[in-house]
């Protein structure tokens, strides 16, 4: 029997036929986050926003756009639209560079803050992948600048290298944004390159001993999150909550390993003990010899987190489950979900918790002609899990979890994020 990426590449090839130009394929990590969409009654994608705000009148919207527009030329997945054709996921590329830059107007008693949320809820998923919003904080005499990405054409990885390509693009003088066209097709050919070549590593991937070893290790797993009671949300609250800590860091921070250990803490007060509970983490890379192009990204692995009464495996005991976890990195998700349900289980490929982990020194700050944007949050935005962690790491460690309020109450998820810093802070000092 082909498997599930045979398949895929089978149905995109009828599909595409000579439009290989503007129809592209979409690898497995894309996939999941179409399938997730598609599941979604409101059809509403993951979004990536990135926050910056910026000394008032030190950015010319005109330029912006026109630094939009080339970065957008520069990078396929940026300007392309994902979306669904005669049931295959696809890219669709537009003959032209396609960007949104916008500037929200606030409504009586609106925030700026308010004014970002509400943009970002009312996103179209037929636009193009990356959207700007520029909206004036009188108060602070500040302009804030809201980098928007759909997560199906980005990772996290991605987002260093289109901050520091969005400054050089400012930069540049040419108010009409022009790209030269060869270079726009060297990006596109790259880029197809890129997505096939990962696409020949999941289908080497999915092999049935591959299938197996996933089945054995996600039977246990069901969705153990209670299911959303947007009820239960009071009409002026925001959807989600927020808690964050600093941590000093030894050592050289947390292992990963360390981090999936101690997050078995915080999932025991969410969700109670002796349960398998699906914890999502984005790993992987691309095919050795690859361009690093954006829109070509990490795949999404599940680590059951055990939340029994003991003690548990201790990070030696994680970390020995994790490196076999490594080993079938590339196998796609929605290949995971299959071999699991095709074992009995009755996981159906919801995560009740995701989280991502960042390096702080791969975090440059955005700089528009010469002005250095300070990189702000903008809370209380709808998050597609119960839960989110991530864990940012450099001269300290900042935590920051948000949680779907439909989902789990405040003080259940305070309970939780004050056991998961318990079991990463050092013996002797405390919280900042």
Same mark, same amino acid.
């Given at each position: 029997?082909?498997?599930?990426?045979?398949?895929?590449? +089978?149905?995109?090839? %009828?599909?595409?036929?000579?439009?290989?130009?503007?129809? *592209?394929? $979409?690898?497995?990590?894309?996939?999941?986050?179409?399938?997730?969409?598609?599941?979604?009654?409101?059809?509403?994608?993951?979004?990536?926003?990135?926050?910056?705000?910026?000394?008032?009148?030190?950015?010319?919207?005109?330029? /912006?756009?026109?630094?939009? %527009?080339? /970065?957008?030329?520069?990078?396929?997945?940026?300007?392309?639209?994902?979306? #669904?054709?005669?049931?295959?996921?696809?890219? &669709?590329?537009? @003959?032209?560079?396609?960007?949104?830059?916008?500037?929200?107007? *606030?409504?009586?008693?609106?925030?700026?803050?308010? +004014?970002?949320?509400?943009?970002?809820?009312?996103?179209?998923?037929?636009?193009?992948?990356?959207?700007?919003?520029?909206?004036?904080?009188?108060? &602070?005499?500040?302009?804030?600048?809201?980098?928007?990405?759909?997560?199906?054409?980005?990772?996290?990885?991605? =987002?260093?290298?289109?901050?520091?390509?969005?400054?050089?693009?400012?930069?540049?003088?040419?108010?009409?944004?022009?790209? @030269?066209?060869?270079?726009?097709?060297?990006? =596109?050919? +790259?880029?197809?390159?890129?997505?096939?070549?990962? =696409?020949?590593?999941?289908? %080497?991937?999915?092999?049935?001993?591959?299938?197996?070893?996933?089945?054995?290790?996600? %039977?246990?797993?069901?969705?153990?999150?209670?299911?959303?009671?947007?009820?239960?949300?009071?009409?002026?609250?925001?959807?989600?909550?927020?808690?964050?800590?600093?941590?000093?860091?030894?050592?050289?921070?947390?292992?990963?390993?360390?981090? /999936?250990?101690?997050?078995?803490?915080?999932?025991?007060?969410?969700?109670?003990?002796?349960?398998? $509970?699906?914890?999502?983490?984005?790993?992987?890379?691309?095919?050795?010899?690859?361009?690093? #192009?954006?829109?070509?990204?990490?795949?999404? /692995?599940?680590?059951?987190?055990?939340?029994?009464?003991?003690?548990?495996?201790?990070?030696?005991?994680?970390?020995?489950?994790?490196?076999?976890? *490594?080993?079938?990195?590339?196998?796609?998700?929605?290949?995971?979900?299959?071999?699991?349900?095709?074992?009995?289980?009755?996981?159906?490929?919801?995560?009740?918790?995701?989280?991502?982990?960042?390096?702080?020194?791969?975090?440059?700050?955005?700089?528009?002609?010469?002005?250095?944007? &300070?990189?702000?949050? #903008?809370?209380?935005?709808?998050?597609? +899990?119960?839960?989110?962690?991530?864990?940012?790491?450099?001269?300290?460690?900042?935590?920051?979890?948000?949680?779907?309020?439909?989902?789990?109450?405040?003080?259940?998820?305070?309970?939780?994020?004050?056991?998961?810093?318990?079991?990463?802070?050092?013996?002797?000092?405390?919280?900042?």
């Amino acid at each position: 029997m082909l498997s599930i990426t045979s398949q895929y590449l +089978a149905r995109y090839r %009828r599909l595409a036929g000579d439009r290989s130009d503007t129809l *592209l394929p $979409v690898t497995g990590a894309q996939r999941r986050f179409v399938l997730v969409r598609s599941l979604d009654p409101s059809g509403r994608p993951d979004l990536v926003p990135m926050f910056f705000a910026f000394p008032r009148g030190t950015i010319d919207p005109e330029r /912006l756009r026109a630094a939009a %527009r080339r /970065l957008a030329a520069r990078h396929t997945a940026l300007r392309s639209r994902v979306g #669904v054709e005669r049931g295959t996921p696809v890219l &669709r590329v537009p @003959a032209d560079p396609d960007t949104v830059v916008t500037r929200p107007d *606030l409504l009586p008693g609106e925030s700026p803050a308010d +004014a970002i949320r509400r943009a970002l809820t009312s996103w179209d998923a037929q636009g193009p992948a990356m959207r700007l919003l520029l909206v004036a904080d009188e108060e &602070r005499e500040e302009d804030i600048l809201a980098v928007v990405l759909d997560h199906a054409a980005c990772d996290g990885r991605s =987002l260093a290298r289109i901050v520091d390509d969005l400054g050089a693009a400012y930069d540049e003088d040419d108010p009409a944004g022009r790209t @030269a066209p060869e270079e726009t097709h060297a990006e =596109l050919a +790259a880029y197809r390159d890129a997505v096939l070549g990962q =696409l020949a590593a999941e289908e %080497r991937a999915e092999t049935p001993e591959a299938a197996a070893y996933w089945a054995d290790r996600l %039977r246990a797993l069901d969705t153990h999150a209670p299911a959303p009671r947007p009820a239960r949300v009071p009409g002026d609250a925001r959807p989600s909550g927020v808690a964050q800590a600093r941590l000093p860091a030894h050592d050289g921070g947390v292992s990963f390993p360390g981090l /999936l250990d101690a997050c078995r803490s915080a999932t025991r007060e969410l969700y109670g003990t002796d349960r398998a $509970v699906p914890l999502g983490y984005p790993w992987g890379g691309r095919p050795a010899g690859a361009e690093p #192009v954006v829109g070509c990204f990490l795949n999404t /692995l599940v680590f059951p987190v055990d939340t029994g009464c003991g003690p548990g495996p201790g990070p030696e005991g994680t970390a020995d489950a994790w490196w076999d976890d *490594l080993d079938r990195a590339d196998v796609p998700f929605d290949a995971v979900v299959t071999a699991v349900r095709s074992a009995g289980s009755r996981w159906t490929g919801g995560l009740d918790g995701l989280l991502t982990v960042d390096d702080d020194t791969r975090r440059p700050p955005l700089k528009l002609a010469g002005a250095e944007g &300070r990189e702000i949050h #903008v809370d209380g935005r709808p998050v597609r +899990a119960p839960f989110a962690l991530s864990v940012t790491q450099g001269a300290e460690i900042r935590l920051r979890m948000v949680w779907d309020r439909a989902v789990l109450d405040d003080a259940t998820a305070h309970r939780a994020f004050d056991a998961l810093t318990h079991a990463l802070r050092p013996s002797d000092p405390t919280v900042r």
